[in-house]
């Protein structure tokens, strides 16, 4: 049976920090069921005191924070301390570490509400860019794209272009299809980072027959024939190698590990141009 853990996040911010960390941290326990409470944009002391009453009524409490006021972080921190909660703070320590290192002192007063807006308007413009950009759709305007994947069809490329845009990449994404050419002006996105995806054959086929299957089209054959992947394939590739596009093998990744390498290339060519 699994052991319940009452997490509660709190923080000053949107609270996604603070959760991608307590989520990467409770995936190393299998025997543990993390109930996840969410405390954002927390601003005084009347906030914390109200989760603090929360807290009060449940079991195995675990606090993690990202509040970098420091009045309030020890507020916080001193609460939980006499309440016997186990108490983290993810920023405190790296702002602390930075500060000495760098012999410089943290701002007091930062208008992180405006750099939030900033940030989340961005990305959403991200997200719409990519999902009008989806498989091909509206080209007129790609040379906009940050980012442009190219793959045969279930190669991923629409669910690692959404990942991409919301860590704020404007991502468009087109299919080869064997036998047609290649319908974007090349010269439109010389300046853009593209990438080729690719998958072993074995891998696409198995994909592409549960794809059929959940559309109930079984007897679509040239879609799932190992003659035809295979050419697929190694048209693809040959097309990426000829244009000189980095290729990317997404067989034994995640997207989350597609899309980090992606950002590698991305930040690597953006250093070249800078």
């Known amino acids: 049976m699994k052991k319940i853990l009452n997490l509660h996040l709190v923080s000053d911010s949107t609270g996604e920090t603070v959760a991608s960390v307590a989520r990467a941290a409770v995936q190393h326990f299998n025997s543990i069921d ?52 186990p108490y983290v703070a993810i920023l405190s320590h790296i702002i602390r570490e930075i500060s000495s290192y760098l012999n410089v002192k943290k701002d007091s007063f930062l208008n992180l509400h405006n750099s939030l807006s900033d940030d989340y308007y961005e990305r959403m413009d991200a997200i ?8 091909g759709q509206n080209i007129y305007d790609i040379d906009e794209a940050d980012i442009v994947l190219v793959g045969v069809s279930r190669t991923s490329k629409s669910p690692t272009g ?18 047609v050419p290649f319908y ?41 024939g ?8 190694l048209e693809a590739e040959a097309f990426f190698s000829k244009n000189k596009w980095p290729i990317i093998d997404v067989t034994q990744r995640s997207i989350e590990e597609t899309a980090a390498i992606i950002m590698q290339y991305f930040h690597k060519m953006q250093k070249m141009t800078d």
């Open 34 to 85: 993390a109930m996840e409470n969410v405390w954002s944009l927390i601003q005084d002391k009347q906030q914390i005191d109200k989760i603090l009453g929360l807290i009060k009524k449940d079991e195995h409490n675990f606090v993690i924070c990202t509040i970098t006021n420091d009045e309030l972080r020890n507020y916080l921190k001193e609460s939980c301390r006499t309440l016997k909660v």
């Open 226 to 233: 190992t003659e035809q992947v295979e050419k697929e394939i």
């Open 128 to 135: 719409n860019y990519t999902i009008n950009h989806d498989d």
């Open 184 to 224: 974007v002006d090349l010269k439109k996105i010389k300046n853009t980072l593209v990438i080729g995806l690719t998958i072993d054959i074995d891998r696409l086929i198995q994909i592409r027959k549960n794809r059929l299957i959940s559309i109930k089209d079984v007897n679509n054959k040239q879609y799932i």
């Open 162 to 179: 959404i990942y991409l845009a919301y860590r704020g990449y404007k991502v468009a994404n087109l299919p080869f299809v064997d036998g």
